[in-house]
């Protein structure tokens, strides 16, 4: 398996397209690609930059992927300007399908199915990658955005799937300020769609999931009044009152998404002391305009789940990043297998730029992916999934590590 990575940060999204494209084979020695995963930042213009990578790679390579706030290579990390980039892959031995399904706005699980339905599946599947768009109605005014939720899309993905083929993938993002996104569905640009790549071959996928929350207190609170993603109150209390008196005043009604505080439900025992991989977590999107309620990311918590009120710990955020990226490398050396390739799904909230730390938490996977001189590329993004407690799920706040292993003698 070749493995080659390219970056760009040019306005022009034609000319960026072409050199990352370029720039990745060059990286890899790559004569005939076979598979390409390519992001760019919501600025550049999609279709250009697409076109771009056709016109190296040709029309017959599959481009898969879209917008992201940033990209993550081995030797550098951006989210500024005009980022882009792509990872492009030539193997002879990694097979793969690719479909895509349209109308995610309508009907998340529908188009799950759809999706799954094109797939079809095989005995020898062994890792599905989703990537989808996050964003349904972008925010306007003083409303918040409405996403689209992960749980049905996997759900509907499910009911076509085996279970034991684990999902990783990202619902997209072009920037903080979560405007419309654009998917590339192999051959075409599309937005409200969900493209994904079935892979089969002789590797094996290994994952890790980086956390960083840990509860406010050990205060249980039980959702008392919600309607899909908008939580109205807690304990019968309204929800905004509650995090007034948590801040100690309103400003945070002002933040989207909001900058600290998030929701977490404990899947755990209760009273034992926290663990955070048992935690899925929930982004606050923002507050309702009129101080009704507050947005959350995904629509899957509902009226009588507990929760606890979650602060993001920037310190447990890069010491997880560090600790999980080194245990599953160790893991595949211990395993007898090569890291062929480091595909890392980053949150865009887990950015220096936006968690105010000195240091960027994906350097800590860059740093270990480069003391084993293996390829990794990555990107921010709005919502991770990855299998966690037995399902796969959408989270909130991680990095989704997924590496491909081979057998030690492969190139």
Known sequence: MKIGTGYSNQKDGFLSGMAVAKNAMEKGNIQSPDLVFAFCGGQVDHEDYFRGLKNVVGDQVPIIGGSALGIITNDLLSYEGYPAGAAIIESKTLKYREAAASYLDKDEKRAGYKLANKLSHEQEDKLLIIFYDSVKTPAKDELPPVLNASSPLIEGIEQEIQSNVPIVGAGLIGGYDLGPTKQFCGSYVDSQSVVGVMLTGDFKPYFRIMHGCTPLSGVYHKITKMD??????????????????????????????????????????????????????????????????????????????????????????????????????????????????????????????????????????????????????????????????????????TGVLVVLAGEKDDG
């Open 228 to 397: 899909k993603s908008i939580i109205y109150e807690l304990d019968g209390k309204p929800i905004v009152e509650m995090i007034d008196e948590l801040y100690g005043n309103n400003d945070w009604r002002h933040q989207r998404p909001v900058n600290l505080l998030t929701i977490g439900k404990n899947h755990g025992k209760r009273y034992e002391q926290p663990i955070e991989e048992n935690y899925v977590n929930r982004l606050i999107t923002g507050c309702l305009p009129n101080g009704e309620g507050i947005g959350i990311f995904e629509p899957d918590f509902e009226t009588g789940t507990e929760i606890q009120f979650m602060l993001r710990d920037t310190e447990k955020m890069i010491e997880s990043a560090k600790k999980n990226s080194t245990e599953l490398m160790d893991q595949i050396k211990a395993d007898g297998k090569k890291a062929l390739f480091g595909f890392y799904i980053d949150c865009a909230g887990r950015t220096s730029g936006y968690s105010n730390t000195k240091t960027e938490e994906a350097s800590e996977i860059q740093s270990v992916f480069n003391q084993h001189n293996s390829p990794l590329f990555g990107f921010y993004s709005g919502v991770e999934v990855a299998p966690l407690l037995q399902k796969s799920r959408g989270l909130d706040w």
